[in-house]
């Protein structure tokens, strides 16, 4: 039997559409082209009702690649979000350890310098305190030995008069001398301007008028006032140059403790800051200590001269 010849370029064109189905299948596993032969009428079955589970080996893999890289991404970012949040963390912590650390450090200057401050206040006091108890105990021995007796009179009559004069010659050598030599260093270490010297001069002064000048003028009065109660038996039968000698010691006792001894401190501090900066004019308390030492210069002055000169007294 003879075919027709219309059927040929079908059967044809089938063929060739098949064959190269089979060699694009051999050369991609993962992509069937699925092409309509030409001059067929049989339909194609879609591909939109194909299962999920039926797809290519290829597909499923880019899909679950896909979703792998977007996990791993996901990843990465919540990763450097969760770094970016510890640094953020750690340097919330390090501002606020800091913070915390110069605010007691604050605190602890703050309390260091208060504590300062109390401490100089409370030695300031005691200072004042002392120095009163002082004045108010030689005070009294001059009155009590001036008005009422000699006091205490046992110790003062049983004592040789050969050491009553022996310490109050000693006695006011040494306050004499201590205020007149103290002034003159005073004044160099001033004029000088040198740091070292200023520091060492107002750093040791009140130890030498609280170890030597002070115990001295102390002395001085109460062996004059027992030299006194040997030649006069009380102080209030003395001659006037005795009275007036006593009374000029006393007197410098007072002008001395109120306007020396009270402002060495205050001096001290001013010749720290004045070192500090030495183009500052010279601080005003150290030019008023000038005036003082001066004032108590001419009160150890008249002091000798009275005794010595005994004036009004013709015995």
């Given at each position: 039997m003879t075919r027709s010849p219309t059927y040929v370029p079908i059967i044809t064109a089938n063929a060739l559409s098949l064959f190269a189905n089979q060699k694009a299948h051999a050369f991609s596993p993962s992509f069937r082209i699925l092409r309509r032969p030409?001059?067929?009428?049989?339909?194609?079955?879609?591909?939109?009702?194909?299962?999920?589970?039926?797809?290519?080996?290829?597909?499923?893999?880019?899909?679950v690649g896909g979703q792998t890289e977007?996990?791993?991404?996901?990843?990465?970012?919540?990763?450097h979000s969760n770094d970016d949040n510890r640094i953020q963390n750690m340097q919330d912590k390090g501002i606020q350890q800091l913070l915390e650390s110069e605010s007691l450090a604050t605190l602890e200057d703050?309390?260091?310098?208060?504590?300062?401050?109390?401490?100089k206040a409370n030695e300031k006091v005691w200072e004042l305190v002392g120095l009163g108890t002082w004045i108010t105990g030689l005070s009294t021995f001059l009155l009590v030995n001036n008005f009422v007796?000699?006091?205490?009179?046992?110790?003062?009559?049983?004592?040789?008069?050969?050491?009553f004069g022996l310490t109050h010659a000693l006695a006011g050598m040494l306050f004499g001398g201590g205020i007149i030599l103290t002034t003159l260093i005073e004044w160099l270490a001033i004029a000088s301007k040198d740091g070292s010297v200023l520091?060492?001069?107002?750093?040791?002064?009140?130890?030498?008028?609280?170890?030597?000048?002070?115990?001295?003028?102390?002395?001085?009065?109460?062996?004059?006032?027992?030299?006194?109660v040997d030649?006069?038996?009380?102080?209030?039968?003395?001659?006037?140059?005795?009275?007036?000698?006593?009374?000029?010691?006393?007197?410098?006792?007072?002008?001395?403790?109120?306007?020396?001894?009270?402002?060495?401190?205050?001096?001290?501090?001013?010749?720290?800051?004045?070192?500090k900066d030495a183009t500052q004019d010279t601080p005003k308390i150290l030019e008023l200590r000038k005036a003082s030492n001066v004032v108590s210069c001419i009160f150890v002055a008249a002091i000798y001269a009275i005794m010595v000169l005994k004036p009004g007294f013709e015995g």
């Open positions: 030409a001059f067929t009428t049989a339909p194609l079955r879609s591909n939109h009702h194909r299962p999920l589970s039926s797809a290519s080996p290829s597909s499923r893999l880019f899909a977007t996990q791993e991404k996901v990843e990465t970012t919540t990763d703050k309390d260091g310098s208060s504590t300062d401050v109390s401490d007796g000699p006091w205490p009179a046992d110790v003062l009559e049983a004592v040789p008069v050969q050491y520091s060492f001069y107002f750093g040791k002064v009140p130890i030498l008028d609280k170890c030597v000048v002070l115990p001295a003028l102390t002395a001085s009065i109460i062996s004059g006032v027992g030299l006194t030649h006069y038996d009380t102080l209030g039968q003395a001659p006037a140059h005795v009275t007036g000698a006593i009374s000029a010691l006393l007197a410098f006792a007072v002008w001395w403790a109120a306007t020396d001894l009270t402002t060495q401190s205050a001096a001290k501090e001013a010749v720290d800051e004045w070192v």
